[in-house]
């Protein structure tokens, strides 16, 4: 059992690094990837306490999860096996972008008649749960019996995918462009690259794109990105069957993981996904895990 994508409370995961490699070992996990977002804090905690690796006996590709854009769009990059002192991440103003789109969507709130709790609408960047402004706004709402109506007129609402749904889809009220906080794909790849590392697309099918199968291909053809994450539990039979007929036609690497954030997304199960939904086998990721460190 192999699981490439998981995150702790060094991004937007509440289990600790200790709590993360403890389940991978109880649930006898052969290669475990942390990739939080747009940090590489877990290896650095691991570097200053040897004793943590200790408590997994499988191995571990290190890893991370980074926010770029494809035609001003918000997509993510799974970089693996980058020397994580290396890896040169983007850096911008999260809390001030975070709390300028929370304000945003408390504004539209109201225009909408949402009901909401002021003193629960904040952002703070230590509380993996307050971290994001679609997390926080979507999970405040949905509290409220009375916002029912409303949400249902506005479609799906649910706080782990409120961000997908809305907050990057250029057709909902709750659009953000988020492309002047990030670098561009190509930028993105480039420094895995420099860093040692293969880039792969996160969650190809998650995204809003109008013509899902024919950006994805734009990607693998057009970019220098190495692979992408074909085993997701959000991924539908026929997704994946596409995402691994792409990767083959392309000739691009494959990968696969949960998704894994604990508490907050607590239908995710790190190793098998979504009602075991996820099996992820050594052959799948072969091709390229011998080509690159693993710790």
Not at 128 to 134: D, E, G, R, T, Y
Not at 153 to 169: L, T, V, W, Y
Not at 197 to 222: M, N, Q, R, W
Not at 226 to 242: A, H, N, T, V, W
Request: aromatic share 12%; glycine share 6%; proline share 2%.
């Amino acid at each position: 059992m192999i699981d490439l994508h998981t995150h702790t409370n060094h991004s937007d995961g509440t289990d600790s690094v200790e709590e993360l490699l403890k389940n991978a070992e109880k649930k006898n996990i052969e290669i475990l990837s942390i990739t939080d977002h747009d940090s590489v804090g877990a290896y650095f905690e691991l570097e200053k306490n040897p004793n943590l690796r200790k408590l997994y006996n499988g191995k571990i590709i290190v890893g991370s999860e980074l926010k770029t854009f494809y035609d001003k769009k918000s997509i993510e990059i799974l970089a693996y096996g980058i020397d994580y002192k290396k890896i040169r991440i983007h850096q911008y103003d999260a809390l001030n972008m975070q709390i300028e789109i929370l304000e945003k969507y408390k504004k539209i709130a109201k225009e909408l008649g949402l009901k909401y709790d002021e003193s629960e609408m904040y952002i703070d960047r230590e509380n993996p749960s307050k971290q994001w402004a679609s997390f926080t706004f979507g999970t405040e709402i949905l509290k409220h019996q009375e916002n029912r109506e409303i949400i249902k007129e506005i479609g799906e609402f649910d706080p782990s995918s409120f961000f997908r749904i809305h907050q990057s889809n250029e057709n909902s009220i709750f659009y953000y462009d988020e492309s002047y906080a990030s670098i561009d794909i190509n930028e993105t790849i480039s420094r895995i690259h420099d860093a040692g590392g293969l880039a792969f697309l996160a969650h190809g099918f998650v995204y809003p794109f109008k013509d899902k199968v024919k950006t994805i291909e734009e990607i693998l053809s057009t970019t220098q990105i190495d692979g992408m994450e074909c085993y997701y539990p959000l991924f539908s039979e026929q997704e994946r069957k596409i995402a691994i007929e792409l990767c083959e036609k392309y000739n691009k690497y494959m990968s696969g993981g949960t998704d894994y954030h604990a508490k907050n997304k607590p239908d995710i199960i790190l190793g098998s996904g979504k009602n075991n939904n996820v099996k992820i086998e050594y052959e799948i990721i072969k091709k390229w895990a011998e080509k690159i460190n693993l710790i």
